[in-house]
């Protein structure tokens, strides 16, 4: 990371709004919005730059969490920031059918990504894209570790072909500062504080094809984990579904189920992470709740690997 002991907010922000204003001049944009921390301050920057000619979208693509799309068009409402939500989820189930390969999973959803998005801001008639890319993003994608959905120009993909042009407010900003931010311009603390959820969110925490059925398993015990483990100071804590199954036992017979894995980690910048030590009686409320909620599910297990060798999300 970075050295940032001289970071200042308050200055990154004029900064960043100036260079807005600049470069955007009297055109419209819009701001691609998934309420996490990244995206709601690279939206806001903006919205203080060019007030109602940003429109920021929401774009329901299937792989959120539950509620999600409705929590994030109120808050931007409560902002003041004009905002629409697209539901496109058959879409990306579609752009994401039969595929198993992480890279190629990550491909397509960042083409699917980019062409709706490029829909959006043709009808809005804007010629500017925002989005929260930051530099963790940055370099993991163009480090070669794996290709985030939201970095584009940094490896040479322009994004005239789908009919704007970037603006990435934050991109030289990891997390903390991003928080640092987030806070001086007044966003609530529970966006200043959330934990990050990946771009592709539920598609690559369902390792292999992508169903809407696994996705619900997964949202599922997503849900389960982030709530039993609120107590538990992470970066990041959820859930994955695994491709293999394993055999179980439900009501006495044989079944042949699925297995999910907890994941709750440390971490300040994404670039390195610990697996924090999760007391033993939160794992297993979580565990009790998996297998006992998610039909289907007979297995849990839990993370104890770091970033190096791991990643935090599987794919
Ligand atoms: P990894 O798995 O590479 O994740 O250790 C590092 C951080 O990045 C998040 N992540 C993403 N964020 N688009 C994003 O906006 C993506 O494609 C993406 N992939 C991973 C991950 O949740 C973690 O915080």
Same mark, same amino acid.
């Given at each position: 990371?970075?050295?940032?002991?001289?970071?200042?907010?308050?200055?990154? $922000?004029?900064?960043?709004? @100036?260079?807005?204003?600049?470069?955007?001049?009297?055109?419209?944009?819009?701001?691609?919005?998934?309420?996490?921390?990244?995206?709601?301050?690279?939206?806001?920057?903006?919205?203080?730059?060019?007030?109602?000619?940003?429109?920021? #979208?929401?774009?329901?693509?299937?792989?959120?969490?539950?509620? !999600?799309?409705?929590?994030?068009?109120?808050?931007?409402?409560?902002?003041?920031?004009?905002?629409?939500?697209?539901?496109?989820?058959?879409?990306?189930?579609?752009?994401?059918?039969?595929?198993?390969?992480?890279?190629?999973?990550?491909?397509?959803?960042?083409?699917?990504?980019?062409?709706?998005?490029?829909?959006?801001?043709?009808?809005?008639?804007?010629?500017?894209? #925002?989005?929260?890319?930051?530099?963790?993003? $940055?370099?993991?994608?163009?480090?070669?570790?794996?290709?985030?959905?939201? #970095?584009?120009?940094?490896?040479? $993909?322009?994004?005239?072909?789908?009919?704007?042009?970037?603006?990435?407010?934050?991109?030289?900003?990891?997390?903390?500062?991003?928080?640092?931010?987030?806070?001086?311009?007044?966003?609530?603390? !529970?966006?200043?504080?959330?934990?990050?959820?990946?771009?592709?969110?539920?598609?690559?925490?369902?390792?292999? !094809? #992508?169903?809407?059925?696994?996705?619900?398993?997964?949202?599922?015990?997503?849900?389960?984990?982030?709530? !039993?483990?609120?107590?538990?100071?992470?970066?990041?804590?959820?859930?994955?579904?695994?491709?293999?199954?394993?055999?179980?036992?439900? @009501?006495?017979?044989?079944?042949?189920?699925?297995?999910?894995?907890?994941?709750?980690?440390?971490?300040?910048?994404?670039?390195?992470?610990?697996?924090?030590?999760?007391?033993?009686? $939160?794992?297993?409320?979580?565990?009790?709740?998996?297998?006992?909620?998610?039909?289907?599910?007979?297995?849990?297990?839990?993370?104890?690997?770091?970033?190096?060798?791991?990643?935090?999300?599987?794919?």
């Amino acid at each position: 990371m970075r050295n940032f002991s001289n970071f200042s907010a308050s200055r990154f $922000i004029e900064e960043a709004i @100036n260079e807005i204003k600049n470069k955007v001049g009297t055109e419209r944009a819009v701001a691609a919005c998934s309420g996490g921390v990244d995206s709601m301050t690279s939206t806001l920057l903006a919205h203080r730059a060019m007030g109602d000619r940003l429109t920021a #979208v929401y774009i329901d693509d299937g792989f959120r969490r539950e509620g !999600e799309p409705e929590w994030v068009m109120r808050l931007l409402k409560r902002l003041g920031i004009r905002a629409r939500l697209e539901e496109k989820s058959k879409e990306f189930f579609d752009a994401l059918k039969m595929k198993v390969d992480p890279e190629e999973k990550r491909k397509a959803f960042r083409e699917k990504f980019y062409s709706v998005i490029g829909k959006v801001v043709e009808e809005a008639g804007g010629r500017y894209m #925002v989005q929260g890319t930051i530099a963790a993003d $940055i370099a993991e994608t163009v480090g070669g570790i794996k290709t985030q959905h939201n #970095v584009l120009e940094q490896i040479g $993909i322009g994004t005239e072909r789908y009919g704007f042009k970037l603006l990435e407010p934050v991109r030289g900003l990891y997390k903390p500062q991003v928080r640092e931010v987030a806070r001086e311009l007044g966003l609530p603390p !529970e966006v200043v504080g959330r934990a990050p959820f990946p771009g592709p969110g539920l598609a690559i925490r369902v390792l292999g !094809e #992508v169903t809407p059925e696994r996705v619900a398993i997964a949202r599922k015990a997503t849900q389960v984990v982030e709530e !039993e483990t609120r107590e538990v100071k992470s970066f990041q804590s959820f859930a994955v579904l695994l491709s293999d199954r394993c055999t179980g036992v439900v @009501n006495g017979r044989r079944v042949y189920g699925r297995i999910i894995v907890v994941r709750v980690v440390s971490s300040e910048d994404a670039m390195t992470a610990r697996a924090i030590q999760v007391p033993y009686q $939160i794992l297993g409320r979580v565990s009790r709740r998996i297998v006992g909620e998610i039909p289907g599910v007979v297995r849990c297990l839990f993370d104890l690997t770091n970033k190096p060798p791991a990643t935090i999300e599987f794919e």
